[in-house]
């Protein structure tokens, strides 16, 4: 099964439980080998805009200090690695990049959550449309050529209301560009858990199709996600039913850019 996991997250986003060590042990006491925090990463928003579901700038220290120090800890039983999930916001994205400069992050992941720059996304076309998915498909891009997102996760998480052909031609553009810019597609263990609308079968049948590497994510919010053999044994049927090529992340640390 899965060993390899670089898709976890911590009680500093306000929307997981569980302490840094917890997310340690479990996965180590289930077999993983490699275990990547990527919680959400802290943003450069302008004026006094607060998003309450990611870690706040000051405490990006403390993350790393806590995790630097399991890291070491553990060392004989699980390789460490310290990165983020984040949006790409174009208005902010060099400020993140300034930002998270002083600190060894070994990666990050793109998690497209809100379009634009999350504080106008009121702006953006109603979720659940076509014109949705082509802007999310543009956005997305826009940042796999950046060149330094590691992989993109869960690349089917806007829906669409009625997944007529052309959200399949929007979403044959973002393979396509997952494949050029060597970003691979992440199958979400937390839409399998959680039942969402990703993995949305369909969408892994297309990614399929064209050839495109996969990974797997746990998306994980609280230790038990290390537990959850039924998930892990959805995902491997979702790579094995359409054929996926499953690959392991290869990390793009930001301090060598
Ligand atoms: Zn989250
Ligand atoms: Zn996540």
Redesign the pocket.
């Known amino acids: 099964m899965f060993t390899v996991n670089y898709h976890t997250?911590t009680a500093r986003?306000k929307?997981?439980s569980g302490t840094d060590r917890d997310y340690v042990q479990f996965a180590a006491d289930h077999g993983f080998k490699t275990l990547g925090f990527a919680d959400?990463s802290p943003q450069c928003f302008p004026g006094d805009y607060y998003s309450n579901?990611r870690m706040l700038r000051e405490e990006t220290e403390g993350y790393f200090s806590s995790l630097l120090a399991l890291k070491e800890e553990f060392k004989d039983r699980i390789d460490i690695k310290i990165g983020f999930?984040a949006e790409y916001y174009p208005a902010i994205f060099r400020d993140l990049l300034n930002f998270l400069e002083p600190y060894p992050c070994d990666y990050m992941i793109l998690g497209q959550h809100f379009l634009n720059n999350e504080y106008d996304h009121p702006q953006t076309p109603a979720r659940g449309s076509v014109e949705y998915i082509y802007a999310y498909v543009d956005q997305v891009c826009e940042a796999m050529r950046t060149g330094y997102f590691t992989y993109l996760a869960h690349p089917d998480l806007p829906w669409c209301d009625d997944y007529s052909p052309e959200y399949f031609k929007a979403m044959e553009k973002l393979i396509a560009c997952s494949m050029e810019t060597k970003v691979p597609l992440e199958i979400n263990c937390l839409g399998i858990h959680g039942s969402r609308n990703y993995p949305y079968r369909p969408f892994w049948k297309l990614v399929g199709e064209m050839s495109a590497p996969v990974v797997v994510g746990l998306?994980a919010?609280d230790q038990y996600a290390f537990t959850l053999t039924g998930v892990f044994e959805e995902a491997q049927r979702i790579i094995d039913d359409y054929n996926l090529i499953y690959t392991e992340p290869v990390l793009r640390p930001l301090h060598t850019k």
């Open positions: 997250h986003c929307h997981a959400h579901f999930e998306d919010h």
